[in-house]
């Protein structure tokens, strides 16, 4: 596993940018892999799983303006996010793979790397827009033999989302604690409305590693946390039931739909009403209308153990390569195009505006609900990126079993977390 993800400011240290111009006409072009420094003719092939509309709708203007820049330019190719990520492995050992793919550094890039499935681009983060990322996003885009695989561009947060109106409407107020949360919880309940909303069906059945995730940091801590999810930890430790025993308390609050709904279809209801509150990443106003977006609000994941430092979740995302792309030297231009303050604000402008550019000097959006995101991933005692993230997308599938089981019967808890502990185990010897 590679470096522990970064931290309270470490994310926004750095400055310093040039223009595309400038730096497309100084990028290295000599390759790795298969490319062995060769550039074959032909755009990049860009691999998107970013298919909302507003998200592919700000990824077809990014892919544009590099067109813009002279080159061959790339060809984007937007995959529905789940058929993506089951799909990725393939994507990555076919014989004619993508050039450039979407996806998270972290352990879960380092797992591709150690296959040597992606390409090393470290010559290009001495470029003038990469080499003023801060440290903990360098650690974080660094693989165990110490190559950079991967490019971030923006990262986002995970909290308790709700509407405003609906809050005022129901006489409740922004809970602190665990204590407090469950209350709120009872007064929505008491409205005749589903008090959470879930959003772990229909594919996205990964939405519900976010409740354990965020039980397991307040209650054991992030390296706890990260430790368990490297193996060094047991899923059917006993401080791991603890994490369920505080979750069954908030389980009568579900929507009982919860398992069944997309979280697509999830945000839907929250927004109409039909759930209070729900527990996401801001990924999810992608699939909310823009005119709602100043309607809604989140709060951080409620303390439960004041004594264990608040830690909260706030992935990156980006780019790697495919290690056996013949287009090496484009690639690696369109890579540092990436890091740009120009590609990371045209993304950020197209899309709903809810995350936040890696680069140093881009810009966000800056509206309120921005800067209380911000506010709140640099003031955390830690930040985690997500559950398999933090260990790998072949040991997200157990969790996905283990919770969803869990969601369904929570007295076979100990059934459930010793037969996640067999097949992570089988996972981590492999």
């Known amino acids: 596993m590679i470096a522990t993800p970064p931290s309270r400011r470490t994310f926004l240290a750095g400055a310093g940018a040039v223009t595309a111009t400038a730096l497309l006409s100084g990028c290295v072009t ?5 490319g062995k420094g060769q550039s074959a003719k032909g755009p990049v092939t860009l691999q998107s799983n970013l298919s909302s509309p507003q998200a592919k709708s700000a990824m077809e203007k990014l892919v544009a303006a590099y067109g813009k820049k002279g080159g061959p330019g790339a060809k984007l190719n937007t995959v ?7 799909q ?21 890039a380092d797992t591709y790397a150690k296959q040597g499935l992606l390409l090393d681009i470290s010559d290009i983060w001495s470029g003038p827009d990469l080499s003023t990322y801060s440290d903990a996003q360098k650690k974080l885009c660094t ?5 950079k695989v991967f490019v971030p561009t923006d990262y986002y947060w995970w909290g308790v989302f709700y509407r405003k109106s609906h809050f005022k409407k ?3 107020t922004e809970p602190k604690t665990w204590d407090e949360f469950l209350t709120v919880c ?20 990964w939405v519900a590693s976010s409740w354990f995730d965020y039980l397991d940091i307040r209650i054991n801590g992030a390296q706890y946390h990260r430790d368990l999810l490297a193996g060094k930890h047991r899923f059917d430790d006993p401080q791991v039931h603890k994490v369920f025993d505080r979750w069954s308390e908030a389980l009568p609050y579900f929507d009982p739909n919860g398992t069944a709904l997309a979280f697509q279809d999830a945000t839907t209801a929250l927004l109409q009403g039909r759930t209070g509150m729900m527990l996401i990443g801001t990924f999810f106003a992608d699939a909310a209308p823009k005119d709602a977006l100043d309607d809604i609000d989140f709060f951080r994941f409620p303390i439960i153990d004041p004594k264990v430092p608040a830690a909260e979740e706030g992935p990156t995302d980006g780019y790697f390569a495919s290690a056996h792309t013949p287009h090496a ?8 195009y990436l890091a740009t303050v120009e590609a990371q604000e045209i993304y950020l402008k197209g899309s709903s505006g809810t995350s936040i550019p890696v680069n140093p000097k881009a810009k966000d959006s800056g509206t309120p609900l921005v800067k209380k995101g911000r506010a709140l991933i640099e003031n955390a005692a830690d930040v ?3 559950f398999n993230r933090d260990s790998s997308d072949a040991l997200q599938p157990s969790a996905d079993t283990a919770l969803t089981h869990f969601l369904s019967k929570p007295k076979d808890i100990a059934s459930i977390l010793t037969t996640w502990q067999r097949d992570a185990q089988k996972i981590w010897s492999q």
């Open 384 to 386: 985690t990126q997500f």
């Open 186 to 205: 009872e007064t929505i309940k008491g409205h005749k409305v589903a008090s959470i909303g879930l959003g772990a069906g229909n594919g996205t059945t």
């Open 80 to 86: 529905a996010s789940e058929t993506f990520r089951t």
């Open 30 to 34: 000599s390759g790795s892999g298969s």
């Open 143 to 147: 693989d165990s033999r110490g190559k």
């Open 170 to 172: 129901w006489g409740v």
């Open 329 to 336: 030297g484009e690639v690696k231009n369109f890579m540092s």
């Open 88 to 108: 990725l492995p393939t994507y990555l050992t076919s014989a004619n793979p993508p050039d450039v793919l979407t996806w998270y550094p972290g352990s879960v």
